[in-house]
């Protein structure tokens, strides 16, 4: 029984915390309302009028209170459908998370198991570089977690007028490292950019820079935007 998750995997989820946020809300929006169906054999998604390539992450039983990643899955090992969550596993192996790589978590020992199923739907969507995830029901007691794999599916942009929001919010989803928040948000969009003791620096697209200081604490302290006429 799981009953916390290892920094490894808590310092790879804060990485994805922040862009993955607003891929999420990004996410929703597109997504018409309606009842869902899938065609796992053809990785089809469909809601409302909408068809979607996808690829079954993992799936969260409420009874028995786990997670099982789809490559775990006796029904679907092997199959096209699973192939982003295999990649989850071999990210989760070359970087030894473990949480990657069981294929059955057991979450009653954690004080939201539900939380905790959606941080691994998360993380998995994160390792992947997936514009989201979907959970949705699959029956009386179980969850079922879908990730996108469609260009149809709009990304996330960086928006620089958004970027204090973005970065503070996102600082508190999972709480361990502010500047992995930070570090990992300009590494999804390609910023160079530069660290020391009390900042990180990052050169956004439009010739001006992002300065994101942190307090002796290692709390985001401020959030500028300099060069900007």
């Known amino acids: 029984m799981v009953t916390h998750f290892s920094e490894s995997f808590l310092l790879e989820a804060e990485r994805h915390a922040a862009w993955g946020a607003a891929q999420l809300e990004t996410l929703t ?19 409302g009028d909408l068809e979607l390539r996808v690829a079954v992450l993992g799936t969260y039983d409420m009874d028995e209170r786990s997670w099982m990643w789809g490559w775990a899955n006796p029904g679907l090992r092997g199959t096209e459908v699973v192939a982003l969550a295999e990649r989850a596993e071999r990210y989760g192996r070359a970087h030894g998370i473990v949480e990657l790589t069981e294929e059955v978590l057991d979450l009653s020992g954690f004080d939201d198991p539900r939380r905790a199923a959606e941080t691994l739907a998360f993380t998995g969507m994160g390792v992947t570089g997936a514009p989201g995830y979907i959970g949705v029901p699959a029956g009386p007691a179980t969850q079922v977690y879908f990730l996108p794999d469609d260009p149809q599916v709009p990304r996330a942009a960086l928006d620089p007028v958004a970027l204090p929001r973005t970065l503070i919010t996102a600082a508190g989803l999972i709480g361990r490292s502010p500047r992995r928040v930070v570090t990992g948000y300009f590494d999804h969009h390609g910023l160079p950019q530069r660290e020391d003791e009390h900042r990180v620096t990052a050169a956004l697209p439009d010739g001006n820079a992002a300065e994101v200081d942190f307090d002796s604490l290692g709390r985001i302290a401020s959030v500028r ?3 900007l006429s």
């Open 225 to 227: 935007l300099t060069g």
């Open 29 to 47: 929006g597109f997504l018409p309302e309606g009842p869902w169906t899938a065609d796992l054999p053809s990785c089809v998604y469909r809601q």
